[in-house]
């Protein structure tokens, strides 16, 4: 069974940054590419970020998101960050983090993903 847990998350200002870490438990964590959804209430999860297994080829929403996001991987740790600089009140939202079991990239979709931790709350606010 594969877990995911979130964490990171607070209320930050305007401006802030937040580094958000999703720990994988169960399976292979080399065999997965991870990636980061963001969802606010009444919308669909929307792509952040993806990683693949080696690490090495991070993919982002759009250019404008990797302006300010930044996404890694520590294989020794089972661990993918996400740090989003420059946080503005338009990014608060719940962000999740999922395994792709299928795709060395991540995909951008949520039908791409089979495991999803429970979420971690990021309020923009001043």
């Known amino acids: 069974q594969v877990q995911l847990v979130e964490s990171g998350g607070g209320l930050v200002h305007p401006g802030g940054s937040l580094r958000l870490a999703c720990v994988v438990s169960g399976g292979n964590f080399r065999d997965y590419a991870i990636g980061w959804f963001r969802q606010v209430p009444g919308e669909e999860r929307q792509f952040v970020a993806s990683i693949n297994r080696a690490g090495d080829r991070p993919r982002y929403e759009d250019r404008a998101t990797q302006e300010r996001v930044s996404i890694s991987r520590d294989n020794a740790r089972n661990t993918v960050y996400l740090q989003v600089n420059n946080l503005k009140p338009e990014d608060t939202a719940v962000y999740y983090c999922?395994?792709?079991?299928?795709?060395?990239?991540?995909?951008?979709?949520?039908?791409?993903?089979?495991?999803w931790g429970q979420g971690t709350q990021v309020t923009v606010s001043s």
């Open positions: 999922g395994v792709d079991i299928l795709r060395d990239f991540g995909g951008s979709w949520v039908t791409d993903y089979r495991y």
